[in-house]
Each structure stands twice: as C-alpha cells, then as structure tokens.
C-alpha cells in the first residue's frame, strides 16, 4: 500500500506569499521568502531512497512546490521513477498553474491539500489570504474536472467568524458535495507566536472569551438550521 513505502519530502523553505495573518513563515523571514531546491537535488534523494527502501507513494510537504513541479515531473520521467504524490497548494496557484496541475495529474498526481481557511470574504482579509470566495469556487470546480482528489483545510472558529459566517461556512461545506465530498480539515484559529495575530491582542481576547457572544438566540438560531441539515456527517467524513 502507499502507506507501506510512503515518504514525505522537502522540496523548499519559506512561502512565495507570506502573508497570512495566522501563520510565523512571513515574520520569520520577514517578509515573503522561497527556497527552492534543484529539481535534481529532489528526484536524487527519491531515486536514493527508492533503491533503498522501495518508494511507492510521496508528500510534498511545503507550501510553493508548483512553482517547480513540471521540472520535477520531467526529471522523474527522465529516470523511469514510478511513484504517486501528494502536493499542498494555495488557491490562487491552482489558478494560476493550472498547465502544471494538468501535466502532474497525468503523472503521478492523485491528492492536492489546498488552503482554503474560510469562504467568507470578510475572514478571508483579516487571515490575509489574498482570495476570494469566488476563486476558491473556481480552482475547487477546476480540480474536480481534472479528477484530483482534495483535501481542504478550514480555519472555521476565530474571534471575529459571525454566527451567519459559521452557518455560511456550513452551507458551503455541504455544497463541497458538488466537488465530489472532498476530505475536510476544519479547526479553531490557532495562534501561532510571532504571527500577525499574535500580536493583536487576540490571544488575551480569546483566552478570557471576550469576543462574540455565542450563547446568544443568533448561534442558537445556526446550531438549530444545522442540526435540521441531513447527512451533513456523510458528507463531511
């Protein structure tokens, strides 16, 4: 199984965005900052430890490996290397790679976990992810037709998520069902030292609860719609 002979790679350091709110990356390196390795330097570690090991299935574990996948792609079939891989990618590389993601799907690609954090405009800014709901839309409706299987990750809980953006989110979530019920990772904002919102006053804030009053009738009122909302467990699963 891929389980038995998996490995997970390090292809870069850094993030060609760095500058989610949530995240340590941008303040780290002080900015938006991308290392790549050589193409070469990546298919000699896996050709290494395939001879090694035997190596059926791989992760590319950092965020920016589009920005290199068709060299990486082309040198593993300049080896003859048989392997299925999993990437990590935002949503507006989805966009614009969308040439690279059609070349690796025809060579090895079967996963992608891509970044969505939210689907509400307004949360999407203050994480700082530079998207929108539509091109979340667009990039899931575009990998669904290439047939890549994804896994989406979903910061649902913060300080500053309404209780219609939670329902908001829900109800997306659900339509996810249209994209062919995709794996969901959905958390809780969680604050990472020397992020943006570290910094904010939000960690006093979240750790005193002094932010939105969920016992209020509104998140009664959402508890209630998505408890009314069928099969959302078989969906989500």
Known sequence: TFEDKSISITSSTGCPWGKCTFCSIG???????HAMRSAKSILDEIEFLDKK???????FSEDGILYRLDEIIDEKKKRNLDFKFVINARI?????FKGSLSYA????????????????NRILK??????????????????DELGIHKSLGLIQFSPWVTPEELLYNIRMILNCAVWKGP????????????SVL???????????GKHLDYENESIKRTV??????KNIGSIAA
């Open 53 to 59: 090991e035997g190596v059926e299935f791989i992760l």
């Open 224 to 229: 209630d719609e998505i408890e009314s909302v």
């Open 126 to 143: 203050i994480y700082g992810k530079g998207i929108t709901n539509d091109q979340i839309v667009e990039a899931l409706n575009f990998l």
């Open 27 to 33: 303040t780290f390196y002080n900015g938006p900052y």
């Open 105 to 120: 799907k025809e060579n090895g690609l079967v996963t992608m976990f891509v970044g969505v954090e939210n689907f509400s």
């Open 198 to 208: 570290f910094y904010s006053g939000t960690e006093l804030q979240m750790r005193y």
């Open 183 to 194: 794996n969901l990772y959905a958390i809780d904002l969680l604050l990472i030292k020397h």
């Open 92 to 96: 507006d590389e989805v966009l614009r």
